[in-house]
């Protein structure tokens, strides 16, 4: 189980550590609709461990069919998850590059987002984000060829979708806390990221594509 945790804990950083998601939240809690980013980082979560779910399935039904390869095609469903994850920081540098880094335009809608939008936002962003799922997948068949037991698939289930939210949520809880103290830093979060979100996110990307494709080499 231990080295299951070691493999998952880096893909569940990066998932929450991922720049957009965490400008959507600011945004929401800027806009004093503390509900719609309380909303918003449950279905973050709730998004997240489906993602996840779908992976430990998919590794379920790959050893049920036949055990003895199992493990090969989750190498390779780790390669090239890293693979495309490479190629998804390549795409991420030449926008910065060419000054395309900008953010979505349906960012600018998010300070009247009711709870309801803010839900299926988080779910989106979480379950639908290519760079998200594939990590969320990835750590799923890592769980699903590294642990039988039921009591511990969720509990790594859980743990890799908390971790995950551990970004989200925090600022969630911070903002819901301390709405004055917050408020000041959460201007200089968005600004920050606003600023760095392509380079942030191509780093994260290049770092995890590499672990991803090395994990899945190591495991053939």
């Known amino acids: 189980m231990n080295a299951v945790i070691g493999e998952i804990l880096p893909l569940a950083l990066a998932a ?30 709730g998004g997240t461990l489906a993602v996840v779910a779908v992976g430990v399935a998919a590794a379920g039904v790959l050893s049920a069919a036949d055990s003895t390869t199992t493990r090969p095609i989750v190498a390779w469903a780790k390669i090239v998850f890293g693979l495309v994850l490479l190629a998804l920081a ?17 960012m600018s809608g998010l300070e009247t987002a009711t709870p309801p939008r803010a839900a299926v936002l988080g779910l989106l962003l979480s379950g639908a984000n290519p760079k998200n799922a594939l990590l969320g997948l990835a750590a799923g068949l890592t769980i699903g060829t590294g642990s039988s037991e039921a009591g511990a698939v969720w509990a790594l289930l859980a743990g890799y ?7 989200v949520g925090g600022l969630v809880v911070w903002t819901l806390l301390a709405p004055a103290s917050s408020a000041r830093t959460l201007t200089e ?32």
Do not use: C, E, Q, Y
């Open 16 to 45: 929450g550590l991922s720049p957009i998601p965490l400008i959507a939240a600011v945004l929401l809690l800027m806009s004093g609709r503390r509900a719609s980013g309380a909303w918003f980082a449950v279905a973050w979560f």
């Open 161 to 167: 979708a908390i971790v995950a939210t551990l970004g």
């Open 90 to 106: 390549v795409r991420k540098i030449r926008s910065a590059r060419t000054g395309d880094g900008a953010l979505p335009g349906w």
């Open 189 to 220: 979060v968005r600004r920050f990221l606003t600023r760095h979100n392509a380079v942030i996110m191509a780093l994260l990307l290049i770092v995890f594509g590499v672990v991803l494709v090395s994990d899945g080499i190591r495991a053939l």
